[in-house]
């Protein structure tokens, strides 16, 4: 009783998938086909997720997609009417760096980028605009409050070299807001 081939399997004698794990008489095209399959799923969820297979996400530009190029629908809107002031971006300083200006009196910042990407954050009044390079973007901080409100650019590392600026916010005389010029 030394014959190796004791299973009554003469049809299939290649030994593959007669392991003790492998379930007996599952030919070996069903496991093939089962990785044809798989691969063929893959390639579908893929072809989803890159989008070649059509328009799938609406979600590209959710919030937090701050300063990435070309995402501006987080920029403050422009007051209409309202002055502008410019300023200008260019590594490591924003120029001016220190805009002075009485609270309550609409104006808006006229950003330009003039090296690279740059935008304007001022968290405490939720005022952001991002300019391209060589762009300019325009929006209007509401600086309601008197005193000192940091701005600074959010690109990576810009803060850190310099890129602040100050809205230096002064209490406006006899405490009315200043009216606009008709
Ligand atoms: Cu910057």
Redesign the pocket.
Same mark, same amino acid.
């Given at each position: 009783m030394a014959d190796p081939t004791a299973y009554p399997d003469p049809g299939d004698d290649t030994g593959v998938g007669s392991g003790p794990g492998s379930p007996p008489g599952m030919p070996r095209w069903v496991k093939v086909s089962g990785i044809v399959v798989g691969a063929l799923v893959l390639l579908f969820v893929v072809l989803q997720l890159t989008g070649v297979g059509g328009e799938h996400g609406p979600a590209m530009h959710g919030p937090g997609a701050r300063a990435s190029e070309g995402d501006h629908e987080g920029d403050t809107r422009p007051i209409d009417g309202a002055p502008e002031l410019a300023c200008t971006?260019e590594?490591p300083a924003f120029d001016p760096d220190r805009i002075e200006l009485p609270a309550g009196m609409p104006v808006n910042v006229a950003l330009s980028a003039a090296d690279i990407l /740059?935008d304007l954050v001022v968290d405490e009044i939720d005022f952001h605009l991002a300019a391209d390079r060589e762009k300019t973007v325009t929006g209007g901080p509401v600086l309601d409050e008197p005193g000192t409100h940091g701005g600074y650019?959010s690109?990576e590392g /810009?803060r850190e070299a310099g890129?602040e600026l100050e809205f230096l916010v002064t209490a406006s005389e006899g405490g009315h807001t200043p009216p606009v010029d008709h």
């Amino acid at each position: 009783m030394a014959d190796p081939t004791a299973y009554p399997d003469p049809g299939d004698d290649t030994g593959v998938g007669s392991g003790p794990g492998s379930p007996p008489g599952m030919p070996r095209w069903v496991k093939v086909s089962g990785i044809v399959v798989g691969a063929l799923v893959l390639l579908f969820v893929v072809l989803q997720l890159t989008g070649v297979g059509g328009e799938h996400g609406p979600a590209m530009h959710g919030p937090g997609a701050r300063a990435s190029e070309g995402d501006h629908e987080g920029d403050t809107r422009p007051i209409d009417g309202a002055p502008e002031l410019a300023c200008t971006a260019e590594e490591p300083a924003f120029d001016p760096d220190r805009i002075e200006l009485p609270a309550g009196m609409p104006v808006n910042v006229a950003l330009s980028a003039a090296d690279i990407l /740059h935008d304007l954050v001022v968290d405490e009044i939720d005022f952001h605009l991002a300019a391209d390079r060589e762009k300019t973007v325009t929006g209007g901080p509401v600086l309601d409050e008197p005193g000192t409100h940091g701005g600074y650019c959010s690109v990576e590392g /810009h803060r850190e070299a310099g890129m602040e600026l100050e809205f230096l916010v002064t209490a406006s005389e006899g405490g009315h807001t200043p009216p606009v010029d008709h």
